[in-house]
């Protein structure tokens, strides 16, 4: 079993910049790509970044490059998410997951363990 939960989430104005982290415990965490998705209001929750079990290989939706950097230390169970110059339509509610592969995936179907979510707001 894998326990997944985010902190840092929170209301930041366009432009603005936060970091997300996922705190994971459980069964042995550097075995795991772990990936970021999120659900925008009224929308289907979509996919952000992913991270392989290394660190060495990411993989973002086009919308976030170059603006959000996934990363994570297998030290302390964690991965992060730094999100720079923010827009209003990255609103939403921001979650992590883990996949028992060692390479990334970009479908939430092949992830199996989720967190409870943390809510990003940009305001305009």
């Known amino acids: 079993q894998v326990q997944l939960v985010e902190s840092g989430g929170g209301l930041v104005q366009a432009g603005g910049s936060l970091r997300l982290s996922c705190a994971v415990s459980?069964?042995?965490?550097?075995?795991?790509?772990m990936g970021w998705f999120r659900q925008a209001p009224g929308k289907e929750r979509e996919f952000v970044a992913a991270?392989?079990?290394?660190?060495?290989?990411?993989y973002y939706q086009d919308s976030v490059k170059g603006r959000f950097t996934i990363s994570r230390d297998n030290a302390k169970n964690t991965v992060y998410l730094q999100m720079n110059s923010l827009k209003p339509e990255d609103t939403a509610v921001y979650f992590c997951?883990?996949?028992?592969?060692?390479?990334?995936?970009?479908?939430?179907?092949?992830?199996?363990?989720w967190g409870q979510g943390t809510r990003v707001t940009v305001s305009s």
């Open positions: 997951a883990s996949a028992r592969v060692k390479w990334v995936v970009t479908v939430d179907g092949n992830y199996d363990y």
């Open positions: 459980g069964r042995t965490f550097s075995i795991y790509t």
């Open positions: 991270i392989n079990w290394s660190g060495d290989n990411t």
